[in-house]
């Protein structure tokens, strides 16, 4: 097993929906996660990360963490074509290490 | 700089041959990490720096992989006998060790072709 998994995708949304972007891991001692984006030939951006159980909201974006389950979920409303891309899930190893999952592909579709 | 710098973008090399990959991190940044990634995959660990020192090699495949940092700053990760299998992009990420953000800033990365 994987210690953090996504589905690869890829995830077509028209614009204007909600897309959701789902990640599992298997640490149940994990305490931080993390979503980057990934646009093509580009480097990783962190976009949010989140700690606690809940939501966690910022501008369009919703970041979702269930520890009990081990789920971790982002949220983009009122999708745009600029956001499509690779969107990582990792979670924190440690002090400073963060482990990744393979990403899902979004494609937004005007 | 503005930015982590990465040198080279590019490297194409012959199987069996010895490999340098450069990396400047963000200035004050005194953690260092080294990623590698496969087309379709997310960035795999492979080594982390505090300061000079790898605080954790763990990701390290082989030891045909070594990396070093010898004045806390710029960072080379070195390949011996290279293989088609090390063929990637190969990422440098830096980071403040204060705070939990977790935010790593990535370099644009150098892909590695190995023929």
């Known amino acids: 097993q994987k210690e953090v998994e996504q589905n690869s995708g890829p995830l077509s949304v028209p614009e204007g929906a909600i897309a959701s972007l789902n990640c599992t891991y298997s640490d149940r001692g994990s305490q931080s996660f993390f979503w980057y984006r990934q646009y093509s030939g580009k480097s990783p951006e962190l976009i949010m990360f989140?700690?606690?159980?809940g939501d966690k909201e910022d501008g369009r974006f919703t970041a979702q963490l269930n520890k009990a389950s081990q789920y971790v979920s982002l949220l983009i409303r009122d999708s745009q074509p600029s956001d499509s891309a690779t969107y990582l899930c990792a979670v924190k190893r440690g002090a400073q290490k963060l482990v990744f999952g393979q990403g899902t592909r979004l494609t937004i579709n005007p | 700089g503005a930015g982590v710098s990465q040198t080279p973008s590019n490297k194409v090399t012959e199987k069996g041959k010895y490999v340098e990959l450069r990396c400047d991190p963000i200035?004050?940044?005194?953690?260092l990490y080294w990623y590698r990634q496969s087309l379709g995959q997310g960035p795999e660990f492979l080594i982390y720096?505090?300061?000079?020192?790898?605080?954790?090699d763990s990701g390290l495949p082989n030891d045909r992989f070594f990396a070093v940092r010898p004045e806390g700053s710029v960072s080379t990760l070195k390949i011996q006998r290279t293989e088609r299998g090390d063929s990637a992009v190969y990422l440098c990420a830096s980071s403040t060790r204060t705070g939990n953000t977790g935010e790593l800033f990535f370099g644009e990365g150098s892909r590695l072709t190995v023929l």
């Open positions: 989140i700690y606690s159980n």
């Open positions: 720096f505090q300061g000079t020192g790898a605080a954790d």
């Open positions: 200035s004050g940044h005194t953690a």
